[in-house]
C-alpha cells in the first residue's frame, strides 16, 4: 500500500495542458525561440511532423525570418513568412510560432486566460496593449459568462458559444461547465448536442478532434501523429451510424465524442489533453446529407463488410501502438449490427467499453437498485418489459440478469425468463428465433406473437418499462394507464434521446399514471406540478457512469472492462441517492454533486478492478476515494511564470 493518497500519474506539470506544442519549449521569453512549420513532412524528427527552422533575428516575441523578396501577387507588405507576396501558384509554408506568448498566448486555448492575466504575468508574456486595462478573476469571469449564455434563447446558440469559449479559453470552459453543471449539461449534452450534430455542417467553424476517414486507410498510424497530445488516457470514437435516436449522421456525429469527452473532463476529472474525440467517416446512407452541399463528410454510401472491418482493426491496432495498452477506447452510437460484434472483438485485447450498452446498462442498473428502496422487492422478485431491443434494451436486460443471478444463485437462463422485449415486430418470442439477430436471441422465450406494446403489457404484466426505442411518444396514454392499473407504482424509464425520442415526457408518466410513476428520461425533463405535488424527474443517463467509471479504469491502470466493474459503478452511484432525493421521487442523484460521485464509483470500480487483478498501478492506493479527488483535473488558472 502506497501511505500518499496523491495521484501519482496525472501530473499536470505546472501549465494546463501539460503534453500540449507549448509545454515542450521553453516559455520564458528569454528563452531561445524556434519557429515550427505546421508541415505535412518531418524534416527535424519534431513532433507532429514540424520544421524546425533557426531563425536570424527574433523581436519583441516575434519570429522574423530573413527571406528573399519575392514577386508579389497581392498584399505587397514585408510579410516574414512570404505568404502575402508568394505569387498564388507558389507554394507557402503556414508558419506559427511555438512559443506561446503575447498574441499567440491570447489565441492558444490551453494556456489562454482572457481578462484574468496579472499585471505580472501581462508584463512577463507581452500581453500590455493586448488586453483592455481591467484584471477581473476566474469567479467573475465565470459570472459574466453565465450571464452571456442566459441571453441566448436558441439552445444551439448556446451551444455554439459554449463549443467557442472551448475553444478560446478552455479553462474557463470547464470551470463554467463544473459550476453550472445542471444548466449546462442540456447544452454540450443531450439534447442540444443531437441539434447540433443534424447541422454540424452549417455550425461547423473550426475542426474538433480527429477525423480518420476511408481516405486514410493505410495511414492511420500517420493520422493519429498529427494529433497534438501524445499521452492520451481516453478515446471516444464513433462511425455516427446512430447519433442518439436520430440515425446515421455520417461525420457530423462527431459532436457526440467531442460531448461525451467534454464530461470525462467536467464531470470525471479527466484532464482535457489526455482526451481524444475521433470520428470514423465510412460514408453515410442518410439520403439528405449525401445530397447536401454543405455535408462534411465523405459523400458516399456506407462501406460495410471487408472494407470497414479493415479499416476499424487499422485505427484499433494504431491506437494501442501510438498510446499504449492503457488507453480507454469508448465505442460510442455504433449501429448494433457493428456495435456488439466490435466489443466482443476487441474485449479480449483493448480496453474497450461500449458506452451504449455496457454504460447504459450499468447507469439503468443502479437507479432501478435505487428505486427498489421505495417499491419494495429485489430484482428477482420484478417483471421488466422493453421497448426497443437494440444495444441499450438488451445491454440493460443482460446486467439486470448478471446482477439478479449473483444476488440469487440463479442460473442466468432462468432469469431471463423475466425480462422481456419489444421490436420493431413486436414481442420477441421463441417462434420468432431463427430470424432474430444474436443479441435478440436469449431474450425470445415461450409466449405467443404480441404486436402492440399496450398489448405486451397487459399480458406481461410487468412492474417496468423501459423504452429503449429511440422512437418519440411510444408510450401512449393506455400505456402508462396499464402499467398504472398493473402496479401501485409504476417504475417507467423513457431512455431514448434526444427530447423529441423520448417515449413519453414527463408530465406524461406522471399525469397518465395520477401522480404514481417513478420515473426517470435520457434526457432531462423540467419538475412537474401535479394534484398539488411537485415531481423531479431524474435523468437516467451514461453521463453519470462513464467519467468516473473511466476514472477508476485510469487511475488503477485496469486493462480491460469487466462485468465486475460495470456492476460496481452501478453500487456506487446507487449508494450516493439519498432520502432527501428520494423524497423528491428521484432515483438519481443531483448533477451538482457529480464530481464527488464520480470520485466514488471511480473509487469502486478501481477497487473491483484491484480485487479481480485487473489493475496494473501497483501498489494499491489505500483511500481510494480520496486518492480519485486527488487524481481529478482542476480547471483553476495556474499562475504563470
Ligand atoms: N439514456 C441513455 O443513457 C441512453 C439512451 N440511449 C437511447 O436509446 C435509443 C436506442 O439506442 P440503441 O439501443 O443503441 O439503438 P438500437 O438501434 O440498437 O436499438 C433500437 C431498438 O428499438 C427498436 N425499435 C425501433 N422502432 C421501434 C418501434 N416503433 N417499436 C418498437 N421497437 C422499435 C429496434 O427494433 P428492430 O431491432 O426491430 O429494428 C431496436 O431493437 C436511442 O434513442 C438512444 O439515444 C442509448 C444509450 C444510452
Ligand atoms: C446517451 C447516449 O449515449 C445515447 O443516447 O446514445
Ligand atoms: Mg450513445
Redesign the pocket.
Known amino acids: 500500500m502506497i501511505s500518499s493518497s496523491r495521484c501519482s500519474f496525472l501530473s499536470n506539470s505546472g501549465y494546463a495542458g501539460s503534453g500540449s506544442s507549448f509545454s515542450r519549449v521553453q516559455r520564458r521569453h528569454s528563452a531561445p525561440f524556434r519557429v515550427v512549420a505546421v508541415a505535412p513532412t518531418s524534416r527535424s524528427g519534431d513532433r507532429n511532423g514540424s520544421v524546425v527552422m533557426d531563425l536570424k533575428d527574433i523581436k519583441d516575441g516575434s519570429a522574423v525570418l530573413d527571406v528573399e523578396n519575392n514577386s508579389t501577387a497581392g498584399g505587397g507588405v514585408q510579410d516574414a513568412y512570404v505568404e502575402d507576396r508568394a505569387t498564388e501558384d507558389q507554394f507557402v509554408t503556414p508558419w506559427s510560432v511555438s512559443v506561446a506568448s503575447g498574441y499567440s498566448l491570447l489565441r492558444d486555448p490551453h494556456h489562454n486566460k482572457g481578462l484574468a492575466f496579472s499585471e505580472r504575468e501581462r508584463d512577463a508574456h507581452y500581453l500590455r496593449g493586448l488586453l483592455p486595462p481591467t484584471v477581473i478573476s476566474q469567479e467573475t469571469q465565470v459570472k459574466k459568462m453565465i450571464q452571456h449564455m442566459r441571453q441566448y434563447d436558441v439552445p444551439l446558440h448556446k451551444y455554439m458559444a459554449m463549443m467557442n469559449l472551448q475553444e478560446t479559453n478552455e479553462r474557463l470552459f470547464y470551470k463554467l461547465l463544473i459550476d453550472h453543471v445542471e444548466e449546462l449539461l442540456p447544452v454540450v449534452y443531450?439534447p442540444t448536442v443531437g441539434e447540433a450534430c443534424q447541422k454540424y455542417g452549417s455550425i461547423f467553424l473550426k475542426p474538433q478532434g480527429l477525423y480518420i476517414s476511408l481516405k486514410e486507410k493505410g495511414r492511420i498510424h500517420e493520422v493519429l501523429r498529427n494529433w497534438p497530445e501524445k499521452d492520451i488516457q481516453v478515446i471516444v470514437v464513433t462511425d455516427g451510424e446512430?447519433i442518439?435516436?436520430l440515425g446515421d449522421l455520417g461525420c457530423q456525429g462527431m459532436g457526440i465524442p467531442v460531448g461525451k469527452l467534454s464530461l470525462y473532463t467536467a464531470l470525471g476529472g479527466v484532464r482535457p489533453s489526455a482526451c481524444l474525440p475521433i470520428t470514423i467517416d465510412v460514408g453515410t446512407n442518410n439520403e439528405k446529407l449525401l445530397n447536401d452541399e454543405l455535408y462534411i463528410g465523405l459523400k458516399q454510401r456506407r462501406a460495410t463488410g471487408q472494407e470497414y472491418t479493415e479499416l476499424i482493426h487499422e485505427f484499433m491496432t494504431a491506437v494501442k501502438q501510438n498510446y499504449g495498452e492503457n488507453v480507454l477506447i469508448q465505442f460510442e452510437?455504433f449501429?448494433?449490427h457493428n456495435?456488439f460484434d466490435l466489443l466482443e472483438k476487441y474485449g479480449s485485447t483493448h480496453l474497450v467499453f461500449n458506452?451504449?450498452i455496457q454504460?447504459?446498462a450499468s447507469?439503468v442498473l443502479a437507479g432501478l437498485m435505487a428505486a427498489l428502496k421505495v417499491v419494495g422487492g429485489n430484482l428477482a422478485d420484478h417483471r421488466f418489459l422493453f421497448?426497443?431491443?437494440?444495444?441499450?434494451?438488451t445491454?440493460i436486460a443482460e446486467l439486470i440478469a448478471l446482477e439478479t443471478s449473483k444476488q440469487t444463485n440463479m442460473p442466468l437462463e432462468e432469469i431471463r425468463k423475466n425480462i422481456w422485449l419489444?421490436?420493431?415486430?413486436g414481442l420477441i418470442v421463441s417462434s420468432r428465433k431463427e430470424s432474430l439477430?444474436h443479441f435478440?436471441k436469449p431474450w425470445a422465450h415461450e409466449h405467443e406473437p404480441v404486436k402492440e406494446?399496450v398489448d405486451a403489457v397487459n399480458k406481461i404484466k410487468p412492474t417496468v418499462l423501459i423504452g429503449?426505442?429511440?422512437?418519440g411518444r411510444?408510450f401512449t396514454k393506455e400505456v402508462v394507464e396499464a402499467m398504472a392499473d398493473i402496479n401501485e407504482k409504476p417504475i417507467i424509464l423513457a431512455?431514448?434521446?434526444?427530447t423529441s425520442?423520448a417515449e413519453c415526457t414527463a408530465e406524461e408518466a406522471y399525469k397518465w399514471s395520477q401522480g404514481r410513476a417513478i420515473f426517470a428520461s435520457?434526457s432531462p425533463f423540467p419538475a412537474v406540478e401535479y394534484d398539488g405535488k411537485v415531481f423531479v424527474p431524474g435523468q437516467?443517463?451514461?453521463?453519470y457512469i462513464f467519467p468516473g467509471l473511466g476514472l477508476g479504469l485510469i487511475m488503477s491502470g485496469t486493462i480491460r472492462v469487466h462485468n465486475d466493474l460495470l456492476l460496481a459503478a452501478s453500487e456506487a452511484l446507487a449508494s450516493q441517492v439519498s432520502q432527501d432525493n428520494f423524497d423528491k421521487g428521484l432515483i438519481y442523484p443531483p448533477f451538482s454533486n457529480i464530481r464527488n460521485i464520480s470520485a466514488h464509483i471511480a473509487a469502486k470500480v478501481a477497487a473491483k478492478a484491484y480485487e479481480l487483478g485487473l489493475a496494473t498501478r501497483l501498489p494499491q492506493p489505500k483511500d481510494l476515494v480520496q486518492y480519485a479527488h486527488s487524481c481529478m483535473y482542476s480547471p483553476t488558472y495556474r499562475p504563470y511564470r
Do not use: H, W
Not at 421497448?387 to 434494451?393: I, M, Q, S
Not at 431512455?495 to 434526444?498: A, C, E, G, R, W
Open positions: 443531450t446512430r442518439l435516436g452510437d449501429a448494433n456495435a458506452d451504449d454504460g447504459t447507469v421497448l426497443g431491443a437494440g444495444e441499450a434494451g445491454g419489444v421490436d420493431s415486430k439477430q435478440k406494446l429503449t426505442s429511440g422512437q411510444t431512455l431514448s434521446n434526444p425520442q435520457g437516467a443517463n451514461n453521463a
